[in-house]
Every structure is written in C-alpha cells, then in structure tokens.
C-alpha cells in the first residue's frame, strides 16, 4: 500500500501505483503502436506508389530503355537519373516501413511486412485500374515492353527492394540507438516529475 | 391515572440519522450537511433531500451517467447495425457489379475478335465491299457463321486472349476490391465456426450473381438484332456471368473461412507479444490462447 502525500498541502491518499497508471499505460502504448503503424503502412504505401511509378516510367520509356547503349550520353544520363530518384525514394519509403514495422522480428521479415502490407496492395491496386482505364492498348505496351526489355525492367525493379533492404540494414542500429536514448530520457522526465510523491 | 403511553407514529420514535460530511445537492449545489437521511420505499435506497430546493440526492451515487451510458450502448448497438448491413451491402453491390461489368466487357471483346476473325477471311475484293464490314455493331455474315470455319471462329473466340485480358483484369480488380470487406466481415464473424462464416458471407455475393443471371439472361432477350455483339452475347454472356460469379462466392467465402486466421497471423507478426493483448479477442474469439513467442 502506497500512501501519495501532497508535498504541499499535505493531503494523503490511497495510492496504487501501477493500478493508477495501468490506464495511463495502455494509452500509451496504443498510442505508440498508432505512431509506429502510421509510419510503417505510410512508408510502404509511398514506395509501393512509387514502385508504379517505376514500373510506368519503364513501360512509357520502353524503346529508350531497349536501346540504352546507343543513345545519347545527356539522354541516357537523364533517364538513369529519373529512375534513381525514383528508386531511392522508394528503397527509403520502404526502409522506414521495415524499421517501424514489427522491432521484435528479423529484418527479413519486417522488409516482408513493407513490401507486403503496404507496397504491395497499393501497387496492384494502381495497375489494376491503370490498366482497366488505359484498356488493350495499356495491356499491349505491358506486353511489349516486357517483350523489348523485360530483363532489364525486372532488374531495376528488384534493385529497389534491394536497395530498400541494404538501406534498412545500415540504419536498424541507428534507429535502435534514437529509441533508447528516447526511452532514457522519457524515464528521467518522469521520475523527475513524480519525485514529490513519497511511500509512507 | 392512564397508563396508556401516547401513540407515535414508529418513524418518529425512531432516531433518525444525518448525514454529515461535504455534499452537494446536484441541483442547486446547497450544502447537504445534517440533513435527514430517509430511505425510498419503492427502490430501497438511501436518500437525503435539499432543504432549499427539495430535490432529492442518492447517498450512494449521483446515477446521472445512467441514461447517457445506456443511451450510448444503443448508439453502439446500432452503428454496428448499421455497419454491417453497408458492409455486406456493399459486397454485394461490388460482386454484381464486378461480374456484370467483366461479362459484357468480355463479349465485346469477343465480338470484335469474331467480326476481325470473319474480316480476315474474306478476300482482298470483298474486304473492299463497303457493304461488308466488321465491327460490334455491325451486321453479321450468316452464311460465315454457318460454316466450319465461322462455327470454328466462335468457339475459340470466347478463350481469346483479347476477350480473356479485360475478363481477367477486371475480375482481379473486383476480387482486390471485396477482399477487404470478406476479410472485415470474417473477421466480425470470427466467434462463429468456418461454415457460418463461409455462408453469411457468401450470402449477399449469391443474391447479387442471381440478380446479375437475371438481368442479363432478361438483357439477352430485350435486345435482339443480327450484330457481332449479340452473337456474342448469345454464346458467351451466360458463360463468362457464371464463371465470375462462381468465382466471386468462391473467394469470399474462402477469405472469410480464413481471415480470422490471417489477421492472427499479421497481428502475430506485427506485433509483439506484450501488446498481443490489445487484440487477444482475435484468439480468445476462436477459442485460442494468444500466442507468447
């Protein structure tokens, strides 16, 4: 039994400490769980958004991409520069994704659960009704991309995830060393706040 | 000398206690200090009564949240109601619309593949014949339709790849469309066992593929004409109808079988053990202990 004193009135009551925070606590760690899945599902949904965006870039660009030796060197460099912004915006969105998402599974498993739970649905979904709305012709540029360069448009495509899984790695530490040091500072502010209550 | 004592009412003789302590009347906020403590005889509680405004305050709770509370389990009650008969509505206006939508789609693009077909056919001489012409709308060639190769023509027109692409697409979409309200409604139904679940949702898509059967079945008799279009319609509407809806009940009865156990298994993924308890009635529901590893 705990007896809370008022350090200025002097005014007791009965005090539970962990029964009076149990609310306090839930809250909080629904709350960070809201946090961490906002940011886990919005991370892996922009890279899935983008993703398809690669993927259009690719089909639209299919004849430059086919012939990527022979074009010009400014041409080539600006399309290989579209794709890498593109590309590393997506690796990043996913990267963040795979951090906040599930801290207590491997890697490989949260980089499954961005690409998955957040990338994928958006992604198929976007396709599918680009490519209802676009019709056959939508339909055919698929089929003749991937028939002009269909090795490389899967080799830029798996060089973001890729990309996001090596980014994810390099900065799983970091991420880890931020929430400790949040944690840590969280625990003196509080026990700096409760410092006035005393066991009687 | 009378020894008869003087009659009381028993209330009176009776001491009578008071309530002391800080309280206020809920009404008009006066002080209830020392006022008599009395007991209702119809509910049995206690009570004190305000001695300026004479309303009258229970002992043991102010019960003003009563009504609100109750008032808010029927607000509860009824916006889930509500929310599942617009969940399975909407299942059911999705599936219809997706089968019928992927149907006639489906026949167009075989007609238009069957009138290329018979198109292609004809020699350089007639296909410069203005009166020979191929499209949807345009009037078929009996004669062609009639031979080996036209009736050879139909059959493989219906498995076309430019009549199968928006079949397809289009069913993928409907199918990425319901899942989630399959999933959401499994998942509701979750203290039921699988077959229950299956057939509450599979209900609204089989009332919506009878709907769509219907429709079309009354569309292939309203509209008649001797064009591509129809002799596609005739041959493949009916075909492509069930196997989208065979398709559709199919998938959501499956997802609902299954989804409580998927959201179990993300839930398990995602979170950790710990929190596990925030969505324990994913197990609990089924039967289960939530998982600690």
Redesign the interface.
């Known amino acids: 039994m705990w007896i809370a004193k008022c350090p200025r009135c002097g005014f007791a009551v009965r005090w539970n400490p962990r029964g009076a925070r149990a609310p306090l606590r839930l809250w909080a760690?629904?709350r960070t769980?809201n946090v961490r899945?906002g940011i886990?599902l919005s991370g892996g949904q922009a890279a899935g958004l983008i993703a398809f965006a690669i993927g259009a870039l690719a089909v639209d660009r299919r004849h430059e991409i086919a012939e990527l030796e022979s074009l010009g060197q400014i041409r080539r460099a600006e399309l290989l520069a579209i794709y890498a912004m593109f590309a590393a915006s997506a690796a990043v969105g996913a990267a963040v994704s795979a951090i906040a998402?599930?801290?207590?599974?491997s890697m490989a498993?949260r980089l499954l659960?961005a690409w998955l739970?957040g990338a994928a649905?958006v992604t198929?979904?976007i396709s599918?009704?680009s490519?209802?709305a676009g019709?056959?012709s939508s339909?055919d540029e698929v089929v003749e991309a991937l028939q002009l360069c269909g090795g490389r448009i899967a080799l830029a495509c798996a060089a973001v995830p890729l990309a996001s899984a090596l980014l994810a790695y390099a900065l799983a530490p970091l991420q880890s060393r931020l929430t400790r040091f949040a944690a840590r500072h969280f625990r003196r502010m509080q026990n700096f706040h409760t410092a006035g209550f005393q066991q009687a | 000398m009378s020894t008869e004592q003087p009659t009381t009412p028993p209330n009176a003789a009776s001491p009578r206690e008071t309530l002391q302590g800080d309280r206020l009347c809920m009404q008009c906020l006066h002080p209830l200090v020392g006022r008599t403590i009395e007991r209702d005889a119809g509910t049995g509680l206690l009570y004190v009564r305000c001695g300026e405004c004479g309303t009258a305050s229970a002992l043991f709770e102010y019960p003003t949240a009563t009504p609100w509370l109750n008032r808010a389990k029927s607000v509860i009650a009824s916006t889930l109601a509500i929310t599942a008969i617009i969940v399975l509505l909407a299942l059911g206006g999705i599936s219809g619309g997706f089968m019928a939508g992927a149907s006639t789609e489906a026949c167009e693009?075989a007609a238009m593949d069957l009138s290329m077909t018979f198109r292609s056919s004809l020699d350089e001489q007639a296909k410069a014949d203005t009166q020979i012409q191929s499209g949807y709308w345009t009037a078929t060639h009996d004669a062609w339709l009639a031979s080996a190769a036209g009736q050879d023509a139909v059959a493989k027109a219906q498995f076309s790849l430019?009549a199968l692409?928006?079949f397809i697409?289009?069913n993928?979409?409907g199918t990425?469309i319901a899942a989630p309200f399959a999933l959401f409604i499994g998942i509701a139904l979750a203290r039921q066992g699988p077959l229950r679940r299956m057939v509450y949702t599979a209900l609204p898509v089989v009332l919506a593929a009878g709907v769509v059967l219907g429709m079309l079945s009354m569309r292939g008799n309203w509209i008649a004409g001797n064009s591509w279009g129809q002799v596609a319609r005739d041959h493949y509407l009916m075909a492509y109808a069930c196997i989208s809806s065979a398709w559709l009940v199919a998938f959501t009865a499956a997802t609902a079988a299954v989804g409580p156990s998927i959201a179990a298994f993300?839930a398990r993924?995602?979170?950790?053990?710990r929190?596990r308890r925030?969505v324990a009635w994913l197990w609990e529901w089924r039967g289960k202990t939530v998982p600690r590893d």
Do not use: E, K, M, Y
């Open positions: 760690r629904t769980l899945f886990a998402f599930a801290p207590h599974r498993v659960c739970l649905p198929i979904a599918l009704f490519l209802l019709g056959r339909l | 693009s430019p692409s928006p697409l289009l993928a979409l990425a993300i993924t995602i979170l950790p053990p929190d925030l």
